[in-house]
């Protein structure tokens, strides 16, 4: 199996994975780059993931339609281009091989759901997780609330440690950078941020990363522990309880993202 992230518009990936003769593609915003790949590669495109519906995510699907020789899944409760066989929470697919477990991981947006591969020949297990976690982040909450997606996360972060997470752009050094405004004693995010500028640098992607690095590195993860919950007590003195849940954590956290420059 070849994984392969194509760059589209500023900062998104649109995952192809691969057997060299066909191949699936997560969130097609763009049908050219995709395009362009198979016909590269003389693959086959034998089926789409979708994890939700926002236009960078969804935007190429229609006109990949005429070469697609197989399903386009989607999240059952979110509004796509039609026709999509539709998924929630504890589903299971099988694509080029591989059996997918479906994950529900609202918070983003309502109906975000994930894609799960144990069990990948020669290789370790892929997470197509859109825009719920981000290496070192996680996205914004436009649909859900911060006990949603802090659940999601949570779900995410369970999964084993060499699970390669494919998330959708390529936010890596501001999250960083905020994850180190957060958490500057961690000497594991402080290495990982100078790999990172390295391979940028170099005109390589940081992604997929690796639930076992995020769970050391992204402060949305970490939640529970002493050094976040007293960086979001010193951020916000007045909003949070005597005795703040993870929750409450995380909310106060993903606020001060939204605002971090």
């Known amino acids: 199996m070849t994984l ?15 057997n060299g003769r066909e191949a699936l593609v997560v969130d097609p915003g ?13 693959l086959t495109l034998a089926g789409i993931l979708l994890t939700h519906h926002h236009g960078d995510h969804v935007g190429g699907v229609d006109a990949l339609r005429p070469r697609l020789h197989g399903p386009i899944y989607g999240p059952v409760h979110e509004k796509l281009p039609e026709p999509v066989q539709r998924l929630h929470g504890g589903d299971a697919i099988e694509l080029l091989g591989l059996k997918f477990a479906v994950m529900d991981v609202p918070g983003h947006t ?13 290789s370790d297990p892929l997470l197509f997780c859109g825009d719920t976690l981000f290496s070192g982040g996680c996205g914004r909450l436009f649909e859900g609330t911060p006990a949603q997606m802090h659940a999601s996360l949570q779900s995410l972060a369970a999964l084993p440690p060499e699970t390669r997470v494919c998330c959708a752009h390529e936010y890596t050094l501001s999250n960083l950078r905020f994850a180190r405004e957060v958490d500057p004693a961690n000497a594991a995010l402080a290495a990982y941020a100078t790999w990172c500028e390295a391979e940028r640098a170099a005109g390589r992607p940081t992604l997929p990363g690796r639930i076992g690095n995020e769970v050391r590195i992204n402060p949305f993860l970490r939640c529970t522990e002493a050094a976040l919950r007293e960086a ?18 995380f909310a106060t956290l993903r606020e001060w993202k939204n605002g971090f420059r």
């Open 110 to 122: 309502a109906g975000h759901i994930a894609y799960f591969a144990a069990d990948v020949p020669g």
């Open 30 to 42: 763009d049908a050219a780059p995709v395009a362009a790949a198979l016909d590269a590669r003389g």
């Open 4 to 18: 392969t992230p194509l760059p589209a518009f500023d900062d998104n990936y649109l995952w192809l994975l691969d």
């Open 232 to 249: 979001a007590r010193r951020h916000a003195p007045l909003k949070l309880p005597a005795a703040p849940s993870p929750v409450d954590v």
